[in-house]
């Protein structure tokens, strides 16, 4: 029982986490809305095996080795900053592009599944501040003493949470009346979108005292 409650307070912890908004929710949203279900979808689970890649890495100490190597933090930082200003810069770049008045079928074989899931798992992984969060939810509810059976079931809630989320921004955001009034306005929401990705690009690489 001590176990049980402990996991439905790391679960709610990080499903708070996980719908606040941040890169990981503009990516799925833009990819769902201009791209189709499929592509949002696909993203989604990207997202999902990305946090657990994270939630593992928490596990195993990841904060303990940045605490112990300040530097390898700060690089990644760098690095995930960077990818996240390249990602802005993209949707930037694609805003004056025209889309199809509909969505494909199957958009999502068209430029391959593994694009979106690509990008979805790159997105989740750029932001080593993830780690982080997921320590620290781990270090205030994780019982001194935990079976392997409860660890194994933390990482389950986690890809579930996660993708699970994003599964429901992708079905959502992909619906035909999202896309239209995206294809009406994509100019704008595409320049608007690529400034908010290159803005928390930017603070995440020049976060250097957090």
């Given at each position: ?162 993708a699970g989320w994003y599964v429901?921004?992708?079905l959502t955001l992909s619906a ?35």
């Amino acid at each position: 029982m001590h176990e049980l409650t402990a996991l439905i307070g790391i679960a709610i912890a990080l499903a708070i986490g996980a719908m606040s908004p941040g890169p990981s929710f503009l990516i799925v949203a833009q990819t769902s809305i201009a791209h189709g279900r499929r592509a949002g979808l696909n993203t989604a689970l990207g997202m999902g095996i990305g946090a657990t890649i994270f939630a593992i890495a928490a596990l195993l100490g990841l904060s303990a080795l940045f605490s112990a190597i300040p530097v390898l933090y700060i690089v990644l930082k760098i690095l995930g900053g960077v990818y996240l200003i390249y990602l802005g810069f993209r949707i930037w770049q694609g805003a004056t592009h025209s889309l199809p008045e509909k969505a494909p079928v199957d958009v999502a074989e068209k430029y391959h599944r593994h694009k979106y899931f690509g990008l979805g798992f790159t997105t989740q992984v750029s932001n080593p501040k993830t780690a982080i969060v997921y320590a620290s939810v781990f270090a205030a509810l994780m019982p001194s003493a935990v079976s392997v059976q409860f660890m194994l079931a933390v990482l389950v809630c986690v890809f579930f949470i996660e993708a699970g989320w994003y599964v429901i921004v992708a079905l959502t955001l992909s619906a035909k009346k999202w896309r239209e009034g995206y294809l009406a306005y994509k100019k704008w929401v595409d320049r608007m979108a690529g400034t908010v990705m290159g803005v928390l690009g930017v603070k995440l690489a020049s976060s250097f005292a957090s």
